[in-house]
């Protein structure tokens, strides 16, 4: 969580200066869910992302030269400087695709669950998604189809109370939670604290473990917050639809510190030692980033290659 929030910090840092043009949606705050999940697969277990992937990119393994390198619309980027940051992919370490269209890549997700089954194959596939696709049909017709044919797919719901600007209790049931909803498919859901690391892992592996032995899918309901806008490097209480102290509320829960004051209180690290790991992670990504810059552009006679595969 702390590498993945360097990174994130950094690129925020530098997203002013002009050289990055890709729309960037940040992960920030809502790392627990990206890492507790992803250290319960596979490398051969698939992911699937929507907008806000930077998290999952990482947390899966991603190559961090691959996604600098495509937020700075490089060649060696991991989509070629063509997707940007809504379209990161690694599939060596099982990191599918990632797209910003809603609800998009939950039926891929379960697409990829049905070869598994088909091949027989012991994978399984894992579609992060937001609270907003939850009112996309895509999300229902994709639940419906994973019970009938019982495959092996977790969905995984990062509930941050947001669709861009409008909150969760203006646009579903408030009676009705979403894991709730995933119930009443037939097939066995969680809600579990998303800023609790430890947490999430335990109701991943639990997930898993019973996609793995009982067959179908599994769906997790993740609480969490995003600290910044919707989409770009800035805070935004000044948009009006969150108030500071709703946001200062879910800072002081955040992921990192609580998982931090754990491990000190179990004396699994010190504090010089997360000071060296957080010096670490920021050498790291000062260096790809000065390692990107210089790298050429994708040739403009090639801009289509790979658009439609």
Not at 11 to 28: Q, V
Not at 243 to 257: F, G, L, Y
Not at 261 to 283: F, H, M, V
């Amino acid at each position: 969580m702390m590498r993945i929030r360097t990174i994130e910090e950094t690129i925020a840092a530098r997203y002013p200066e002009g050289e990055m043009r890709t729309p960037t949606h940040f992960s920030i705050g809502q790392e627990a869910t990206a890492v507790g999940v992803c250290a319960a697969l596979k490398t051969e277990d698939a992911v699937y992302s929507g907008h806000r992937c930077h998290a999952h990119y990482l947390a899966k393994g991603g190559n961090l030269l691959g996604m600098v390198a495509e937020l700075f619309g490089r060649e060696a980027g991991c989509a070629r400087g063509r997707g940007g940051s809504v379209h990161l992919n690694d599939p060596g370490v099982g990191m599918i695709a990632s797209s910003a269209i809603m609800g998009e890549t939950i039926a891929t997700a379960v697409g990829t669950a049905f070869a598994f089954a088909m091949d027989n194959r012991p994978h399984v596939s894992v579609t992060f998604f937001g609270d907003g696709c939850v009112e996309e049909g895509i999300f229902h017709e994709s639940m419906n189809f994973a019970v009938m044919r019982k495959l092996p797919v977790l969905f995984v719901c990062e509930n941050n109370l947001f669709s861009v600007h409008s909150p969760l209790y203006l646009r579903q049931p408030r009676d009705i939670p979403i894991y709730a909803r995933a119930q009443s498919y037939g097939m066995l859901a969680q809600q579990v604290d998303g800023n609790n690391v430890e947490a999430v892992y335990e109701a991943a592996v639990k997930g898993i473990n019973d996609i793995r032995k009982k067959g179908g899918p599994f769906f997790l309901e993740c609480m969490t917050y995003r600290w910044r806008e919707h989409v770009g490097p800035l805070f935004d209480t000044g948009q009006g639809y969150r108030t500071q102290k709703e946001i200062d509320h879910w800072m002081a829960r955040c992921p990192i510190k609580q998982a931090s004051e754990t491990a000190l209180s179990r004396g699994a690290c010190t504090p010089d030692q997360i000071k060296l790991w957080k010096n670490e992670y920021q050498t790291e990504v000062e260096k790809t980033i000065q390692s990107v810059v210089g790298l050429p552009f994708p040739d403009t006679k090639g801009l289509l290659e790979g658009t439609y595969s």
